[in-house]
């Protein structure tokens, strides 16, 4: 299950205490350690939609407090910083001070909650004056935003097109990603990110079936992801029985669910011409040219088409 809406709080590592202590001895003063820095807490935009699962038991995200300090001298050690990975397109709202962050870009990365400063000890704090305080100074606490976090993924193409149309196996082909296929309905459950080597982002929406805008199938929780997606890939599969119905199957639900989805540009993808003949192939092109859009005729098998495509994607 994708989870595209959280809330969560974020929050650095607090400073570690330093540490009041007297060492043994005639001649021996204080000699108590400050305390550690606390952890950062860093965020880090990744193409994987799926990271917002890693809230689903959990309400507080935390960096490790910086240790305390220790006698002789001894300095508490810093604390871990957290790298947390987010879904590019990810929308994170400070619910506290309603400060809003963006994530555009696969592998930015930012400081987002600095850890708390550590709490200095008895030996640092020696003076002409005083040459055996009696007193430390209170570590800081780490930075903590209690953060609303809403996927709403940014690509630069989505692979639309009913159940089964080929749509996961076109993304691994064309980028990195590795998701799952089989020859059976619904084996993406989720949408998927792959990026092109010149950091194009292509998306793999779920297969729509007819009453999708209603809710049937995956229902409506894919269809609002495709608003930020720019050039739609229609695939239909090339062995289709009727493959202008698909396109129009598809086309309907885009347009009830939201019209403005329906003025997208938009290529058609006759997907697995490995499974039909030449002639085939030709009887539906001629068969879509009446929708007026550009069609491209490709396959997983086919090296030349998969080129040609990442062409037009660049």
């Keep these: 299950m994708l989870i ?3 809330e969560v709080v974020i929050k650095a590592g607090d400073g570690g205490e330093g540490m009041m202590s007297f060492g043994k001895g005639a001649k021996s003063g204080p000699d108590g350690g400050n305390g550690g820095k606390g952890g950062d807490v860093y965020i880090i935009a990744s193409s994987d939609l799926t990271l917002l699962n890693q809230f689903q038991s959990e309400s507080l995200v935390s960096a490790e407090d910086g240790m305390d300090g220790g006698r002789n001298k001894m300095f508490g050690r810093m604390g ?11 929308r994170l709202e400070d619910l506290d001070t309603g400060e809003v962050f963006e994530l555009k870009g696969v592998g930015d990365k930012f400081l ?13 704090l020696r003076s002409a004056k005083i040459t055996t305080p009696k007193f430390t100074i209170s570590p800081k606490p780490g930075k903590s935003r209690r953060l609303k976090i809403i996927l709403s993924f940014i690509a630069d193409s989505g692979l639309i097109g009913l159940p089964s149309s080929g749509k996961s196996s ?3 082909e064309l980028t990195s ?3 799952k296929t089989a020859e059976y309905h619904f084996t993406t459950l989720s949408p998927n990110l792959g990026v092109l080597s010149n950091k194009k982002i292509v998306a793999d929406i779920p297969g729509l079936i007819e ?3 209603k809710g049937k199938g995956l229902g409506i929780k894919f269809l609002k992801h495709i608003q930020k997606v720019g050039l739609l890939l229609h695939c239909i599969s090339s062995d289709s029985l009727d493959a202008l119905k698909d396109y129009e199957v598809v086309r309907k639900e885009l347009g009830e669910y939201d019209k403005k989805l329906l003025e997208k540009d938009e290529v058609i993808l006759l997907t697995k011409s490995d499974l039909v003949g030449k002639e085939e192939i030709k009887k539906l092109k001629t068969k879509l ?3 007026k859009r550009k069609i491209i005729i490709t396959s997983i098998h086919d090296e030349k088409s998969i080129k040609k495509l ?5």
């Excluded at 957290?82 to 990810?90: A, D, T």
């Design 289 to 291: 040219k009446t929708l």
């Design 170 to 172: 076109l993304l691994n």
């Design 4 to 6: 595209d809406e959280v």
């Design 310 to 314: 990442m062409e037009i994607l660049s």
């Design 211 to 213: 009453g999708a805008s």
């Design 112 to 124: 987002f909650c600095r850890g708390g400063v550590g709490g200095i000890g008895n030996h640092e």
């Design 177 to 179: 990603a590795n998701v």
């Design 80 to 90: 871990e910083d957290l790298y947390l990975n987010l879904p590019i397109g990810s």
